[in-house]
């Protein structure tokens, strides 16, 4: 029987981090996973696949629409969808590879199967109808999320799919409709509609992205809107009849009304994601679980069960895959007897699209509903000579700061490249720093990020280029 000093159940951006980590501090380490490659839903059907081809289509609608206003012709863009699906899978397969690499570096032992655990120390690994029990000092469950499933409406991963199917379509569909406006539903959204589908998106709410800033969620629907997508705001999908030629969708008001019916080829349900706990023997070995399916755990990731810790997806929180990653170097700096720590308040949140919106920190609804006072600065990129030369001026930085102190508590911008500016508000916030700080440090010109530094000096009512 093998003994361990940490087994660590699932891959994905939690377990494998976890894993390298604990490794790095002088443990014997195996992760278990059930699936045929490495990196969970992220690497595989999840974050990497979606970014290749948000990439590849970004890139077909530039050349068919932006180049010629650059002074570059070409003839119109062709689209060979399968060639476009080999891009995504040659991207999978280097990251893929790239995990199984760093497992072998570290000296991490992969076990191939589902992973159950029979008690304090104990994990039955079972693949092919053969199981074995491995015996460990410490386990960390990482085994992530699955889709959230609408009752009554069949996922088949053809014509009504979840974000797995709607990665690997064999035609652009001429009417896609999209069950949630989260950010799942408006980047895969975006992928087919720059491919030439007509988008149509029901959200239950009365708002796209929520818990994002609601400032930000409403420019952002309108540049949407201007892209061609249709929102169906306040609207619930009830039903969907798959026995035609197109699927035929009963959508109705959410405060109740009359239905009305959409047609469309492929109906994409994306109305979020439900922890992983299938198969892993929680409720026999005494973990416990809360009211919405996830594993409870204390302040160090500790679970009901000695010696069993959580983190990730499968626990309360963003289900993102940074936090995770977070989450699994701490566990295992905790399980090593170190200060592991994670920060919640400055967790960076980032949707896709084009442009890109990013956040971090509080959103003014919430300083609002916390009573905290707070000044607002604002800088919108039709300001910024670098957004002005390339005309891409859509969106603005918004940053927020504590009247009093000047601390900053959110940071939310809607532009191209938002998702890679947002990082210097990240650091700033770990710090503990002001909005004076971030309008007194030297930003290279011309960039975006100056749109950043802008909106720090309008905190004090003193942006120079407005």
């Known amino acids: ?25 002088g443990m014997k380490v195996a992760v278990v996973e059930k699936n045929a490659t490495l990196g969970g839903t992220c690497l595989n059907v999840g974050c990497m696949p979606s970014k290749a081809l948000l990439h590849a289509s970004e890139m077909f609608e530039e050349a068919g629409h932006s180049f010629a206003k650059m002074g570059v012709s070409v003839s119109s863009p062709k689209l060979d ?5 080999n891009f995504k899978q040659q991207g999978i397969d280097g990251n893929v590879k790239g995990v199984e690499f760093l497992m072998k570096k570290n000296k991490v032992d992969v076990l191939k199967g589902t992973g159950k655990i029979l ?21 960390v469950i990482a085994t992530g999320s699955d889709i959230a499933r609408l009752k009554g409406i069949e996922i088949d991963e053809k014509r009504i799919v979840s974000s797995t199917g709607a990665l690997s379509l064999d035609k652009v569909p001429g009417k896609l409709l ?12 975006s992928v087919w509609k720059r491919l030439g589908a007509e988008v149509v998106v029901v959200e239950f709410l009365d708002r796209i992205l929520p818990g994002m800033d609601g400032e930000i969620a409403k420019q952002f629907q309108r540049i949407l ?47 979020g994601r439900v922890p992983y706990t299938e198969s892993l023997g929680l409720k026999e070995a005494g973990v416990a679980l809360d009211n919405r399916g996830r594993v409870q755990i204390d302040p160090h990731f500790a679970t009901s069960l000695k010696g069993v810790y959580a983190i990730g997806d499968v626990v309360a929180g963003p289900m993102l895959a940074h936090k995770a990653e977070d989450e699994g170097v701490a566990v295992a700096e905790i399980i ?50 670098r957004s002005k030369v390339n005309q891409t001026t859509d969106g603005f930085v918004k940053i927020l700061a504590d009247a009093k102190t000047d601390r900053v508590l ?19 916030m770990e710090f503990g720093g002001s909005a004076e700080d971030l309008a007194r440090t030297c930003h290279a010109h011309p960039t975006r990020s ?7 000096l309008a905190v004090g009512k003193r942006a120079i280029h407005m």
């Open 225 to 271: 809107e201007k892209q061609g997508f249709a929102f169906k705001l306040g609207a619930k999908v009830t039903g969907v009849d798959t026995s035609g030629k197109t699927l035929k969708a009963t959508v109705e008001p959410a405060a109740g009304g009359a239905a009305e019916t959409l047609e469309a080829d492929v109906v994409l349900v994306c109305i």
């Open 81 to 85: 969808l399968p060639a476009m699906m």
């Open 336 to 385: 090593a007897g170190q200060a592991g720590h994670v920060n919640y308040d400055v967790i960076p949140g980032v949707v896709y699209t084009t442009p890109e919106v990013s956040s971090v920190g509080k959103t003014e609804e919430e300083l609002k509903q916390a009573g905290v006072a707070y000044t607002v600065g604002k800088f919108p990129f039709t300001a910024n000579g």
């Open 119 to 139: 008690g304090t120390g104990k994990v039955e690994v079972s693949a092919d109808g053969k199981s074995q029990v491995v015996e460990t000092k410490n386990i």
């Open 410 to 428: 959110g940071v939310h911008i809607i532009g191209i490249e938002a998702g890679e500016m947002i990082h210097e508000a990240c650091v700033l």
């Open 178 to 189: 999209i069950v949630g406006a989260g950010v799942i539903g408006l980047e895969l959204g």
């Open 450 to 456: 100056e749109a950043v530094k802008e909106a720090a």
């Open 1 to 25: 029987m093998a003994t361990y000093d940490l087994v660590v159940i699932g891959t994905g951006p939690g377990g494998y981090v976890c894993a390298v980590r604990a490794s790095q501090l």
